[in-house]
């Protein structure tokens, strides 16, 4: 079992930046397992934002490539995404994921909202 806790999310005007991080509490820890960002913004479907593998690579959409950016601290079992730039499209709640052993645990979200 894996538990994912993610925390960071707010308000925040066009332009500004956010740090969400995605833990991995109450005895889970990270592993050797990819983790990903993924967000769903009102009405629409969730989608995958980015990822980083145990070693640090890491992958992000199109739509946030050169703001975004995805780390990890294995010791910490966390994962963090710096949201720079941040636009209104950016706006959704943001979801962090582990699969292990073909199931995926999720995270309950956090809510980022960009407006002016």
């Known amino acids: ?30 592993g ?5 960002w993924y967000r769903q913004p009102p009405g629409k479907e969730r989608e995958l934002v980015a990822s980083v593998t ?20 294995n010791a910490q079992n966390t994962v963090i995404l710096q949201m720079n730039s941040l636009k209104p499209e950016d706006t959704a709640h943001y979801y962090c994921k582990l699969r ?4 995926d645990f999720w995270g309950k979200g956090t809510l980022v909202t960009v407006s002016a």
Do not use: H, M, W
């Open 54 to 73: 145990n070693s640090g690579t890491q992958n992000y959409a199109d739509s946030v490539k050169g703001r975004f950016t995805i780390s990890r601290d």
């Open 100 to 103: 292990r052993f073909g199931f």
């Open 32 to 36: 050797a397992d990819t983790v990903y």
């Open 1 to 30: 079992q894996v538990q994912l806790v993610e925390s960071g999310g707010g308000s925040v005007q066009p332009g500004g930046s956010l740090r969400l991080s995605c833990v991995a509490g109450f005895g889970s820890s990270l």
